[in-house]
């Protein structure tokens, strides 16, 4: 079946870098797109990022554009976000979710997500 | 950029009673509409896409229907497992994909 596992999430001081990862398996992750979703305490969920299937397109929400770069490496069924200059919103559970096919849509799987805590 | 409503932002339902959560659109999305339910503590999950298809494994007491800017997510006969955080999110105009604030259904 489908998994998703992140990584890398932990406690960083504001300006601060972080870069998370997500390990897939079940699926043929070169089809598909990927994206990163977060969710700060309490609140919503926001997405953050997306990259098509072959990385050839990535966008970003203008909340983070600037500041992370998501990544993929389809040899090795991962994905990576980097974080730079991080401000407290940052502060989030951040998950990653893949989409239904290779190029934007819903998220039909997700992953169970790794807490950032950006604090002084 | 699109803005997604839902109302109300919490629901009070007795277990067997049939629940109705309202997602709005600040323009038409089509039918490029999703609805994810979310329990405390997990993920989210993936209910319905298309506004009306349901999810592999999804019971079919969750219906959606609606098009263009309203949309519906009906849980016919609430059992103690849908209590939860349902979400609505578009994916016709992108980016970005936008979300709902959610809709918490509680026990009454």
């Known amino acids: 079946q489908v998994q998703l596992v992140e990584s890398g999430g932990g406690v960083v001081q504001p300006g601060g870098s972080l870069r998370l990862s997500c390990v897939a398996s079940?699926?043929?992750?070169?089809?598909?797109?990927i994206d990163w979703v977060r969710q700060a305490p309490g609140k919503g969920l926001e997405w953050v990022a997306f990259?098509?299937?072959?990385?050839?397109?990535?966008y970003y929400a203008d909340s983070v554009k600037g500041r992370f770069t998501i990544a993929r490496d389809n040899s090795k069924n991962t994905l990576s976000l980097q974080m730079n200059s991080l401000r407290v919103e940052d502060t989030a559970v951040y998950y990653c979710?893949?989409?239904?096919?290779?190029?934007?849509?819903?998220?039909?799987?997700w992953g169970q997500g790794t807490l950032v805590t950006v604090s002084s | 950029e699109i803005v997604m409503t839902q109302s109300p932002a919490t629901l009070s339902v007795s277990p067997g009673e049939r629940a109705s959560l309202s997602c709005r659109a600040s323009?038409?999305?089509?039918?490029?509409l999703a609805w994810y339910q979310q329990k405390p503590g997990q993920a989210p999950r993936l209910l319905i896409y298309?506004?009306?298809t349901r999810a592999t494994g999804i019971p079919d007491r969750f219906s959606g229907s609606g098009s263009g800017t309203e949309f519906t997510l009906t849980i016919s006969s609430l059992q103690s497992e849908d209590f939860a955080v349902y979400y609505c999110?578009?994916?016709?105009?992108?980016?970005?994909?936008?979300f709902g604030q959610g809709t918490k259904v509680e026990i009454k």
């Open positions: 979710a893949k989409d239904r096919g290779s190029f934007g849509a819903y998220f039909d799987s």
């Open positions: 990259i098509r299937s072959d990385g050839s397109t990535e």
């Open positions: 079940g699926f043929s992750f070169y089809m598909y797109g």
């Open positions: 323009q038409s999305v089509r039918s490029d």
């Open positions: 999110q578009q994916y016709n105009n992108w980016p970005p994909w936008t």
């Open positions: 298309g506004a009306s």
